[in-house]
């Protein structure tokens, strides 16, 4: 497996490699840039088809995560790490405790938290073993409800201002009823998502890999379920990726029939280059790591004491970039993930600039 020369691989400050036999725990810890702050970034568990197929989830997702702090204007690094297995076959305490004791042996380089396949309660099992896990404090949330730290409602709040800032500037409209949107992936985002935009009036077109989270999206939504593979090429307004990354790609994009593309997924795009043939083909693409970044916002007010008005403050600011975004793209004929990424690169120099360090150009986040 080559590590240095992998197409991912983007000047990587750290990547470990982590194994205990003894609870079958397998791992990658991804460190992409610290210079804002500690990396911080989910913790994934899935069942990866290969150990490629790990290492480029997780060079890409840690990258990912340097570009999201930055464009949402939080002190922090990025970083990410993935579990090899099932979480509903291979998770067991003694795995995750495991996965603590590597986490505490960086030293608070990096900092994990919730993400696909994980939970608040894995976290703080990891937490027996480690002080550098985020997400896990009961307090009060955004939305004045208490939260057990899951940054899941925060994330599809993010996700659904940033929803509502493509619609108003692709169609031209604040009202969402009647707004047709085809979600993929009902999870702990997705089925929040659902419900914001089943309030605010929009029919929904749902899938997901696991029956009773499609159930009940169905039976709580009245959403109309549909298969995998056909769930990106409906004839709807918006399609919202809310699963696994890489589902825009050479056979995907031909295939959409949405105008807009804005989902809560990390890493959208299969290759840099297909969000150029999204604007090619007219397609409002809202670069994931601007729409989804409503949980690290969350994560970084649960370390530093924000109040809930302040947390729900900054993650509506995510409708104001995505505008800005979308503008520039408009102005300039440049597509969408890339004016993202030149606007993460203005803020990381600005940062730079008032803390005195030598700036580091970031690569492409796509």
């Given at each position: 497996m080559n590590v240095f020369s992998h197409p991912e691989f983007d000047h990587h400050e750290h990547l470990s490699f982590v194994c205990d036999a003894e609870t079958g725990l397998k791992g990658?810890?991804?460190i992409h840039n610290t210079s804002r702050g500690a990396a911080l970034g989910g913790c994934r568990m899935f069942p990866y088809a290969s150990d490629e197929e790990a290492l480029r989830d997780v060079l890409r997702l840690s990258r990912g995560m340097t570009y999201k702090s930055a464009l949402a204007n939080l002190d922090l690094g990025g970083g990410k790490s993935v579990i090899i297995?099932?979480?509903?076959?291979?998770?067991t305490e003694a795995l995750l405790e495991a996965m603590g004791r590597h986490l505490e042996s960086l030293g608070g380089q990096y900092i994990a938290a919730e993400d696909s396949g994980t939970s608040v309660p894995d976290l703080k099992v990891m937490g027996r073993h480690t002080r550098h896990v985020a997400g896990v404090t009961t307090r009060t949330g955004f939305d004045g409800q208490p939260s057990t730290g899951d940054p899941s409602p925060v994330t599809a709040y993010g996700t659904f201002i940033g929803l509502k800032a493509a619609v108003k500037h692709k169609l031209g409209t604040d009202n969402l009823t009647g707004l047709k949107v085809a979600i993929q992936g009902i999870g702990n985002v997705g089925y929040r998502l659902a419900r914001y935009l089943k309030e605010a009036g929009a029919e929904l077109w749902v899938t997901?890999?696991?029956?009773?989270?499609?159930?009940?999206?169905?039976?709580?939504?009245?959403a109309t379920p549909v298969g995998s593979d056909d769930i990106l090429s409906l004839p709807v307004d918006v399609v919202a990726p809310c699963a696994m990354g890489a589902v825009l790609n050479d056979q995907s994009i031909p295939a959409i029939r949405a105008a807009i593309v804005a989902g809560a997924a990390n890493n959208l795009?299969?290759?840099?280059?297909?969000?150029?043939?999204?604007?090619?083909r007219g397609i409002l693409y809202a670069p994931?790591?601007?729409i989804n970044a409503g949980g690290i916002i969350d994560v970084f007010y649960e370390r530093t004491g924000g109040s809930p008005e302040q947390i729900r403050a900054h993650?509506?600011?995510?409708?104001?970039?995505?505008?800005?975004?979308?503008?520039?793209?408009?102005?300039?004929?440049?597509p969408t993930g890339e004016i993202a990424n030149e606007l993460a690169e203005e803020r990381f120099r600005k940062?730079?600039?008032?803390?005195?360090?030598a700036p580091r150009r970031l690569a492409c986040a796509g």
């Amino acid at each position: 497996m080559n590590v240095f020369s992998h197409p991912e691989f983007d000047h990587h400050e750290h990547l470990s490699f982590v194994c205990d036999a003894e609870t079958g725990l397998k791992g990658i810890i991804a460190i992409h840039n610290t210079s804002r702050g500690a990396a911080l970034g989910g913790c994934r568990m899935f069942p990866y088809a290969s150990d490629e197929e790990a290492l480029r989830d997780v060079l890409r997702l840690s990258r990912g995560m340097t570009y999201k702090s930055a464009l949402a204007n939080l002190d922090l690094g990025g970083g990410k790490s993935v579990i090899i297995g099932d979480p509903r076959k291979h998770k067991t305490e003694a795995l995750l405790e495991a996965m603590g004791r590597h986490l505490e042996s960086l030293g608070g380089q990096y900092i994990a938290a919730e993400d696909s396949g994980t939970s608040v309660p894995d976290l703080k099992v990891m937490g027996r073993h480690t002080r550098h896990v985020a997400g896990v404090t009961t307090r009060t949330g955004f939305d004045g409800q208490p939260s057990t730290g899951d940054p899941s409602p925060v994330t599809a709040y993010g996700t659904f201002i940033g929803l509502k800032a493509a619609v108003k500037h692709k169609l031209g409209t604040d009202n969402l009823t009647g707004l047709k949107v085809a979600i993929q992936g009902i999870g702990n985002v997705g089925y929040r998502l659902a419900r914001y935009l089943k309030e605010a009036g929009a029919e929904l077109w749902v899938t997901d890999i696991h029956a009773d989270n499609l159930q009940r999206a169905v039976d709580e939504f009245d959403a109309t379920p549909v298969g995998s593979d056909d769930i990106l090429s409906l004839p709807v307004d918006v399609v919202a990726p809310c699963a696994m990354g890489a589902v825009l790609n050479d056979q995907s994009i031909p295939a959409i029939r949405a105008a807009i593309v804005a989902g809560a997924a990390n890493n959208l795009l299969d290759r840099p280059e297909h969000d150029a043939a999204l604007k090619h083909r007219g397609i409002l693409y809202a670069p994931d790591f601007a729409i989804n970044a409503g949980g690290i916002i969350d994560v970084f007010y649960e370390r530093t004491g924000g109040s809930p008005e302040q947390i729900r403050a900054h993650v509506d600011t995510i409708g104001d970039t995505l505008s800005e975004i979308f503008q520039r793209s408009d102005r300039t004929g440049l597509p969408t993930g890339e004016i993202a990424n030149e606007l993460a690169e203005e803020r990381f120099r600005k940062h730079a600039a008032r803390a005195g360090l030598a700036p580091r150009r970031l690569a492409c986040a796509g």
